[in-house]
């Protein structure tokens, strides 16, 4: 493969380096199709399962690379940079959007001497700042110093969701002028829109990866505290377990969940309106290391009440007295009074599903978002023709 020579271009090529196709899709593709309307030529490097079609009709060039997301084999991980600088060299492209703690140092160490900007897109510190684990505890250190390094070059910039993990990368070392914060990754607020409410039992919703950071086991906790208690609120969980997280449930525990009264397992959902046509709450009570939840975002875009953690990225979405109901972590008590609550207020119900459209629709709609990327992607621009 020969590399492409940028001074023959015409437009300015954007590189999105993302974990899995299908996180490209559900986060990262309204700010890529911002690009590409204005003018960027964008690329797509990935692993590819199940959505590279659809990038590709999207009219964005994919590159399938083969990773396992997670592995910590200092063999994979060398593999995963060899593939990334290979493509970075033959590319050249002028800007990379590093998606991911864990991708933005390996795409920093497959760029390493090369004249790209990085823009590393932080969605959350993670399991790896979140979780007491001792895995976790001794990574830190370690990964602490490599953004210290990695994140203060020249043509480099970190991207945050929320205040919280932009004042922790300040307290890491990441100097303040590296840092630019956008809330979440936007939506279509033009498809997800209020929905009116479902018939029925009042109907309790999850929808995310199913991981004990996440919250699920507190959500089957709460429900285990209604049943008991005699409540008709029905919980749906809409998601699948994902592997390469550490805190993934496994798929034996979910089992024993599908036998649970009131409660229906539907898996990964294509389409999240499906489940905001038969679900009045959406909870999350997450145990922290969210940027902005998109699960949350999109709910309250349908006009559902939102309960959620009171940690950093939840409280971005969930307002409480607005839209939300705020918690501790891991009171599955306060959760389930939470929803006893809701399930008995219909009118509270109502006023937090007028809320929650018009809050997304001011800060957090696609076209918004899509303009505040678009800004920091010509100003670091310009910035390294300044550098370089």
Known sequence: MMKISAPNRTSPVILYLVPEDWAFMSHRLQMARAAKAAGYEVHVVTNVNAHGSAIESEGFRLHPV????????????????????????????????????QFAILGSLAAAGLPIVRLNLITGLGFLFASPSLSARLLRPLVKRLIRYFFNQKGTAVLVQNIHDGHALRFMGVAAKQIFRIQGSGVDTSVLRALPEPDG?????????????????????AHELLDQRGSPVRFVIAGAPDHANPSSIPEAEIETWRRRPRMEIL??????????????IAVLPS?????????????AACGRSLIASDVPGCREIARPGLNAILLPTDDHAALAEAIDRLARDPDLRRQFGIAGPRLVEAEFSSERIGREVLAVYDRLLNRTRECY
């Open 66 to 101: 083969k990773w396992r997301r997670g592995s910590l084999n200092p063999f994979a991980l060398i593999d995963i940079i060899r593939q990334v600088r290979k493509l970075y060299q033959v590319i050249a492209p002028d800007l990379t959007n590093q998606v991911t703690l």
């Open 201 to 221: 039992p009042i109907t309790v919703a999850f929808a995310g990866r199913l991981l004990d950071q996440k919250g699920i086991r507190t959500v089957i906790k």
């Open 267 to 280: 898996g990964h959902v294509a389409d999240i309106r499906e489940v905001w046509k038969i679900a009045h």
């Open 287 to 299: 145990r922290g290391g969210e940027g902005v939840p998109q699960s949350l975002i999109e709910a």
